[in-house]
């Protein structure tokens, strides 16, 4: 079993629609939790990062940690055809070396 | 801005070739990494540096090595590269060992015939 499992996708979603990108884990260890964004033949570029439970906001974006659980959530809401992009989840107990989610495919149809 | 470039996009070599891929970042980081991205498989670490000539390997480092001569450049060496080498390879670095997150380089696309 991989430490972070994430749904490959692709997720195909129209214009404007709230978006929820999920990942799980299995190491309790980890406390730091970031996502990255992907564009085609591009490095991923950080777009959220959160240390340890709880919800963090930026525009659009909002990232949801639940340790509990063992789950982690990015939502986007009012969804571009920019937002179109493969997005990893990455977390790490030490926060220099991170373990990553296969990455999630979206698809945002104008 | 951090700024992480890698030598090159996309590579084609053959099988048995010696490849270098080279890393540099100007923000003074001390920690470098390399991983390769795969379909599936996201992505894997090969080999870190935290200092200049420290290394340590990562979760796949069969196959390869690396060179930190000095603190802002990180090689990523294929020592005789094979197909199943072929892959999207992505450089990145951090500062320390806070709450910092890594900064990723555009990848080098690296085919082996």
């Known amino acids: 079993q991989k430490e972070v499992e994430q749904d490959p996708g692709p997720l195909s979603v129209p214009e404007g629609a709230i978006v929820s990108l999920n990942c799980t884990y299995s190491n309790s260890a980890f406390q730091y939790f970031m996502w990255y964004r992907q564009y085609s033949r591009k490095g991923p570029e950080l777009l959220m990062y959160t240390y340890s439970s709880g919800n963090k906001e930026d525009g659009r974006f909002t990232a949801q940690v639940d340790k509990s659980s063992k789950y982690i959530s990015l939502f986007i809401r009012d969804s571009q055809p920019s937002d179109s992009a493969t997005y990893l989840c990455?977390?790490?107990?030490?926060?220099?070396?991170?373990?990553f989610g296969s990455g999630t495919r979206l698809l945002v149809r104008p | 801005d951090v700024k992480v470039t890698q030598s090159s996009r996309y590579l084609v070599k053959r099988t048995g070739e010696k490849v270098f891929l080279e890393c540099v970042q100007d923000?003074?980081?001390?920690?470098m990494f390399w991983y390769r991205q795969d379909p599936g498989l996201g992505l894997r670490l090969i080999y870190f540096s935290y200092d200049v000539k420290m290394k340590e390997k990562g979760d796949i480092p069969e196959g390869y090595s690396v060179s930190r001569e000095k603190k802002e450049r990180f090689s990523l060496i294929l020592e005789s590269a094979s197909t199943n080498q072929t892959s999207m390879y992505l450089c990145a670095s951090i500062k320390g060992r806070g709450r910092e997150t890594q900064y990723f380089g555009p990848g080098t696309r690296l085919l082996v015939l």
């Open positions: 923000m003074d980081h001390e920690n």
């Open positions: 990455a977390m790490s107990a030490s926060s220099y070396k991170l373990i």
